[in-house]
């Protein structure tokens, strides 16, 4: 019998038959065709920080944390191709060492770049896509035990399923990124009201690279963090002196240093509809969860992408997130907000709780059938699909 295994937040824990930690691409592919021979499951993970079922099993979990992660810099000088279970931190250095950035980055630098990317994590700025609209390819062991690449050139019909692919196409061993010349930004973060925060958050979104903010419900203030080249600063700034100004290279400006532990639960909301859904989850949090919730609500934009199951394809769009210390109850409150985003045109963050499975998800996916029958060519015998993703991608 295995260990137990926990997630970042301590919400998801189950104890595997077996945790491999391959050191070749070989040794990938050998644990698929047993598996594949076996009928037994196998469920690649990254740095454990999703939150969702994504990566339970009771047979096989794999983790890429041995696989080599040197980086290799195309003669295309924006191009990279980096192993897969790379955190972003460690990754964020070396493209610095080389020239290179991420255009964008979330709010911790700890997940694995094929984690990230295989749920869509996002920053915040009107002109960035989530992460996995930098991946111009990827390297993966396929569910009959194939290695596949999938690129502009190569299989470029499978691309827009394999940039976000939830770990159900197969074990991404590689993926290749397109990059930024390295920068740097300066960070700024205000204390504000939340009426002078609505009223300038399309100034505010406009005029600086990357903006976000926190309202704090207990006290119905606001925290407004931004990000911006030096020289490029916005006109508008928020009352009075930041709270936080600091200046570095952006791999380590934009992600921050996360402490406490939290449940969260994060919608992407086409950006149109912000306002109103905006309005109904706050008039709900003070109306009905304002004693229990003793955190924040983070609010985000990303820019519109092309990538099938990806919860900005085909609109921009603002998320909410809702925050919850992880020793305090959550599930009321979440079930609660969760409304207010579906009445939305919410698509939730896949790597976050949510409460959809397949059938609520067919119809606010347009490519939904799309990304089934690649799944269904790639993983023809199932290795992937554990029960959990059964209910989510098939409903059972
Ligand atoms: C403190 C904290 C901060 C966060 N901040 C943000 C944020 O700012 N923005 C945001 O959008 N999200 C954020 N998230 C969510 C987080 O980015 C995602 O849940 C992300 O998927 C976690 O990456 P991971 O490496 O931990 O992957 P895991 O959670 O371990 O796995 C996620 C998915 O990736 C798949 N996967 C992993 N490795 C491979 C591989 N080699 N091949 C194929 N599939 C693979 C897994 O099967 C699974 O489906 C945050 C989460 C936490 C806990």
Redesign the pocket.
């Known amino acids: 019998m295995g260990r137990e295994w926990r997630?970042?937040?301590g919400s998801l824990r189950f104890t595997p038959r077996e945790y491999a930690m391959p050191e070749s691409e070989d040794a990938v592919r050998a644990l698929v065709e047993r598996a594949r021979q076996t009928s037994t499951k196998l469920?690649?993970?990254?740095?454990?920080?999703?939150?969702?079922p994504?990566?339970r099993t009771d047979d096989v979990l794999?983790s890429?944390a041995a696989l080599p992660r040197t980086l290799h810099r195309h003669d295309d000088l924006q191009l990279a191709t980096v192993g897969?279970?790379v955190?972003l931190g460690e990754l964020g250095k070396s493209l610095y060492e080389a020239g290179l950035a991420m255009d964008n980055?979330?709010?911790?630098d700890?997940?694995?770049?094929?984690?990230?990317t295989?749920?869509?994590?996002?920053?915040t700025g009107l002109r960035f896509g989530?992460?996995s609209t930098q991946v111009a390819g990827v390297r993966?062991v396929t569910g009959t035990g194939e290695v596949l690449e999938i690129s502009g050139s190569q299989n470029p019909d499978l691309l827009p399923a394999a940039r976000l692919?939830?770990?159900?196409?197969?074990?991404?061993?590689t993926l290749t990124l397109r990059l930024a010349p390295s920068y740097d930004l300066r960070r700024r973060s205000w204390c504000s009201s939340i009426a002078w925060t609505l009223d300038h958050l399309h100034q505010l979104q406009r005029q600086n690279r990357n903006m976000d903010f926190y309202w704090y419900p207990r006290t119905d203030t606001t925290q407004i963090r931004t990000l911006n080249h030096r020289g490029e600063e916005p006109e508008l700034t928020p009352v009075g002196e930041p709270r936080i100004a600091e200046y570095g290279p952006s791999h380590q400006a934009i992600p921050r240093h996360?402490e406490l532990?939290?449940e969260?639960i994060?919608y992407s909301i086409p950006s149109e509809a912000f306002h109103a859904c905006f309005t109904e989850i706050r008039r709900r949090i003070l109306d009905r969860h304002r004693r229990g919730v003793a955190w924040r609500v983070l609010v985000?934009t990303v820019a519109a992408d092309d990538i099938w199951l990806s919860p900005e394809y085909g609109r921009t769009s603002t998320?909410i997130a809702c925050l919850q210390n992880n020793s305090l109850p959550y599930r009321e409150y979440f079930a609660d907000v969760e409304a207010v985003f579906r009445q939305h045109d919410g698509r939730p963050?896949?790597?976050?709780k949510h409460s959809l499975t397949a059938r609520a998800l067919r119809g606010i996916y347009p490519r939904w059938d799309s990304f089934e029958d690649v799944r269904r060519r790639l993983d023809p015998d199932e290795v992937?699909l554990t029960p959990d993703l059964a209910r989510l991608l098939r409903d059972g």
């Not at 690649?44 to 999703?50: A, D, F, L, N």
């Not at 700890?110 to 990230?116: E, L, R």
């Open positions: 997630n970042w937040s469920r690649p993970v990254g740095s454990g920080h999703s939150s969702s994504l990566v794999v890429l897969a279970g955190p980055l979330g709010d911790v700890v997940q694995s770049i094929a984690g990230a295989a749920t869509g994590t996002h920053g989530n992460l993966l692919s939830l770990g159900v196409l197969g074990v991404v061993t996360r532990r939290f969260e994060e985000r998320t963050h896949w790597g976050k992937f």
